[in-house]
């Protein structure tokens, strides 16, 4: 088995990977709401679905440049979170039924970074004493102080 590729450990790889992608692939759904964008119509910034828009792009922005990676994966896995149950959790039971499958799978992914944030807490030296191992721009970020 592989434990490294080109010196560096795999699961930082395979972390970086799914950051990047899970970014990606999060800024359509804003810029359908923000500009409206890709076969929709954008909706009012001062409404729910234009906030969540904001967050969306903005937030896997964020996410795909590795920029506060933690909190924003915070923030974004709880707007998940409501999402699901909001649009998708009141039609059926199972997320397959209710075609809430991708809201599902944001928020678990989101998760995977969302412990880490939450143990932290608000402090600044808390942050960049666990900057100093974060991948992605954090890395450059947390060294500046946030």
């Known amino acids: 088995m592989i434990r490294t590729f080109a010196g560096k450990d795999c699961s930082e790889i395979t ?3 799914l950051r990047i992608m899970t970014g990606f692939l999060m800024m359509p759904h804003g810029a359908q709401k923000l ?5 929709r119509e954008a909706v009012p910034l ?3 679905p234009g906030v969540a828009g904001v967050l969306e792009f903005f937030g896997g922005l964020a996410i795909l ?5 933690r909190p924003v ?4 896995s709880g707007l998940m979170a409501a999402a699901y149950w909001l649009a998708h959790g009141t039609k059926a ?3 397959i039924l209710n075609q809430g499958e991708l809201a599902a799978l944001y928020c678990s992914s989101f998760s995977t970074w969302r412990p880490r944030a939450a143990a932290t807490g608000p402090s ?6 666990r900057a100093e191992g974060a991948a992605g ?3 450059i970020v947390g060294r500046l102080q946030y």
Do not use: H, I, Q
């Not at 500009?35 to 076969?39: I, K, P, R, T, V």
């Not at 440049?65 to 990676?69: I, R, S, V, W």
């Not at 600044?124 to 004493?129: G, L, Q, R, V, Y």
């Open 35 to 39: 500009f409206g964008a890709l076969g």
């Open 137 to 139: 721009g954090d890395r």
């Open 65 to 69: 440049l590795g920029f506060y990676t």
């Open 124 to 129: 600044t030296a808390a942050w960049a004493k």
């Open 46 to 48: 001062a409404s729910l």
């Open 73 to 76: 994966a915070f923030v974004l």
């Open 93 to 95: 039971f199972w997320p």
């Open 15 to 17: 972390l970086n990977a």
